[in-house]
């Protein structure tokens, strides 16, 4: 089905209507989780190959999968199946720069930032003004979170994790690092507002941090193994509890 199912589309006239298409790319995108990963992605390959010499085709394709795979209210969320529809837009030489301006960003981000791959280092400053990387925290288990004092998720997560008991082993025992950054300056609005955290928590600030990572929504949340590989991401505080109560009963059992 997934192979086959726009294979007697015709793509002059069936982005007549987008909410038609939308309708029939939803249920294109509810059986591919069915199917083998070769098998969607040669068949997304051949969608796009049918509309690329329609710029405007390709631009209303790719903005139909953007959401229905990249949107917060999707239930089908996949990175790894937007990509391709977003790298189209970014490298057609059709599409005007404005028009394609916010794919050339996400593509730009989904390229090094999707599950299975090493995270990109990042630059950050301290509290105490101090610079500090990302790279500097490989060899152990690491949850990267960007969020903001003033987020009020961001706070209800805050408390979560300070009082949550197996992070605070995990992080007595160097078995894991927790790094929270702000996509800011560190202003001295930031730095009252973090004065309080944990000292256990590694807490930072990067201005650069969203031309790295994807940070349409607070807080975002990247589990990364000891080789600073993503492991996980868009992680909830429930599952990250559980990563943690996880890890830290592993060790127990070590």
Same mark, same amino acid.
């Given at each position: 089905?997934?192979?086959?199912?726009?294979?007697?589309?015709?793509?002059?006239?069936?982005?007549?209507?987008?909410?038609?298409?939308?309708?029939?790319?939803?249920?294109?995108?509810?059986?591919?989780?069915?199917?083998?990963?070769?098998?969607?992605?040669?068949?997304?390959?051949?969608?796009?190959?049918?509309?690329?010499?329609?710029?405007? #085709? @390709?631009? $209303? %394709?790719?903005?139909?999968?953007?959401?229905? &795979?990249?949107?917060?209210?999707? +239930?089908?969320? =996949?990175? *790894?199946?937007?990509?391709?529809?977003?790298?189209?837009?970014?490298?057609?030489?059709?599409?005007?720069?404005?028009?394609?301006?916010?794919?050339?960003?996400?593509?730009?981000?989904?390229?090094?930032?999707?599950?299975?791959?090493?995270?990109?280092?990042?630059?950050?400053?301290?509290?105490?003004?101090?610079?500090?990387?990302?790279?500097?925290?490989?060899?152990?288990?690491?949850?990267?979170?960007?969020?903001?004092?003033?987020?009020?998720?961001?706070?209800?997560?805050?408390?979560?994790?300070?009082?949550?008991? #197996? @992070?605070? $082993? %995990?992080?007595?025992?160097?078995?894991?690092? &927790?790094?929270?950054?702000?996509? +800011?300056?560190? =202003?001295? *609005?930031?730095?009252?507002?973090?004065?309080?955290?944990?000292?256990?928590?590694?807490?930072?600030?990067?201005?650069?941090a969203e031309n790295v990572?994807?940070?349409?929504?607070?807080?975002?949340?990247?589990?990364?193994?000891?080789?600073?590989?993503?492991?996980?991401?868009?992680?909830?505080?429930?599952?990250?509890?559980?990563?943690?109560?996880?890890?830290?009963?592993?060790?127990?059992n070590n």
């Amino acid at each position: 089905i997934v192979e086959h199912f726009f294979f007697f589309f015709d793509m002059k006239s069936a982005f007549s209507s987008k909410a038609k298409f939308k309708n029939a790319f939803k249920d294109y995108v509810s059986f591919t989780i069915y199917a083998g990963k070769d098998t969607v992605f040669a068949s997304i390959d051949n969608l796009i190959k049918a509309v690329e010499k329609q710029p405007k #085709n @390709l631009l $209303t %394709l790719s903005q139909i999968a953007e959401e229905c &795979l990249y949107s917060d209210s999707t +239930s089908t969320y =996949s990175e *790894e199946l937007y990509y391709p529809f977003v790298k189209a837009v970014a490298q057609s030489k059709k599409i005007s720069s404005a028009e394609k301006a916010r794919f050339v960003h996400q593509e730009r981000i989904l390229a090094h930032t999707q599950v299975g791959m090493i995270v990109p280092d990042l630059v950050f400053t301290m509290a105490d003004d101090t610079k500090s990387s990302l790279g500097k925290y490989k060899g152990v288990r690491t949850i990267l979170m960007f969020a903001d004092p003033d987020c009020d998720d961001c706070r209800m997560l805050f408390v979560r994790l300070s009082a949550d008991f #197996n @992070l605070k $082993t %995990l992080l007595e025992k160097n078995q894991v690092a &927790l790094i929270i950054i702000t996509p +800011s300056e560190p =202003s001295d *609005e930031w730095k009252l507002a973090v004065k309080d955290f944990p000292a256990s928590w590694v807490v930072g600030a990067s201005e650069d941090a969203e031309n790295v990572f994807d940070l349409e929504s607070l807080p975002a949340t990247y589990y990364l193994n000891a080789e600073q590989k993503i492991m996980s991401k868009t992680i909830d505080s429930s599952r990250l509890l559980e990563i943690f109560r996880v890890l830290n009963m592993s060790q127990n059992n070590n």
